[in-house]
């Protein structure tokens, strides 16, 4: 499996960026997947996951600013971020859903980090 996310940087809070997420060796279309973030000095939280039939689930942090979606032609998943707070400043990791977040024997790509500035 090699997911690669893409699209952060540093952002002015209240800036919107789109997060990308492309993911290889997996039958992409048949997973839910996720948004996973991890802020310096925590774990890494769950913040966003879409079902394989489009269906979404956000953390209660993130509902109303952040929107996944995704595209199975492209093994595609994407986050855009909207109204971003100095708190949301983490590395953002694409995966397939688990409550297990850190299970042994999952595979995480390098991530992209986003820096919000107040």
């Known amino acids: 499996v090699q997911l690669q996310a893409c699209g952060g940087g540093l952002v002015q809070a209240g800036g919107s960026p789109r997060l990308s997420c492309a993911a290889s060796?997996?039958?992409?279309?048949?997973?839910?997947m996720s948004w996973y973030r991890q802020a310096p000095g925590k774990q890494r939280e769950l913040v966003a996951t879409?079902?394989?039939?489009?269906?979404?689930n956000y953390a209660d942090s993130v509902k109303g600013r952040f929107t996944i979606s995704r595209d199975n032609a492209k093994n595609t998943v994407y986050l855009q971020m909207n109204s971003l707070k100095p708190e949301d400043t983490a590395v953002y990791y694409c995966?397939?859903?688990?409550?297990?977040?850190?299970?042994?024997?999952?595979?995480w790509g390098q991530g992209t980090q986003v820096t919000v500035s107040s």
């Open positions: 995966n397939r859903f688990s409550l297990r977040i850190e299970s042994p024997g999952r595979t």
């Open positions: 060796g997996i039958r992409f279309a048949s997973y839910a």
């Open positions: 879409i079902s394989s039939g489009g269906g979404t």
